[in-house]
């Protein structure tokens, strides 16, 4: 999968849109269940591409580096919950992977990294606070490329130090 990007995160600082999306076993799953802690969004473009299942495999090798954070990992890709399923349990997936399916791509066009001529979501990271605010974005500048991972724990460790809003 190639491709240069073709969107702009949204600014940081800015409330992160909310969602309820359903998990791969159908489970309705929204943003606000986990406010008081941080949460990481990966958009991936498809399951089952080659980048794809590299980066989730990555993160979900280093879960306890996210676990020791006390962060959430959603995966939110436009691919049916069905093919979720399947794809977390081939390649042994724990956190939830999330369906932007109907309608197609909503969630990622809230968050500016759907690309309306592939159909599908930018390579892209939010990392929402506890408080629901984006402290850190990220948009691959290629679909085939792996953010840096430390890079992403960093900015988990900047979201974890900083004093919670009074």
Known sequence: MEGAAVSQPLPL???APEFVLPDASGQPVALTAF????VVLV???LDWSPGCSQQLDLYQQEIDAFTRRGAQLLGISVDSLYSHGAWAAVRGLTFPLLADFNPKGE????YNVYREEDGFAERALYVVDAEGIIRYHHVSPFLHH?????ELL???DEVT???AAA
């Open 35 to 38: 406010r008081g802690q941080p």
């Open 161 to 163: 130090a900083r004093p």
């Open 146 to 150: 792996v953010p840096d991972i430390y």
């Open 154 to 156: 960093a900015a988990l």
């Open 13 to 15: 600082g800015s409330p």
């Open 43 to 45: 958009f991936s473009p």
């Open 107 to 110: 969630v990622a066009r809230r």
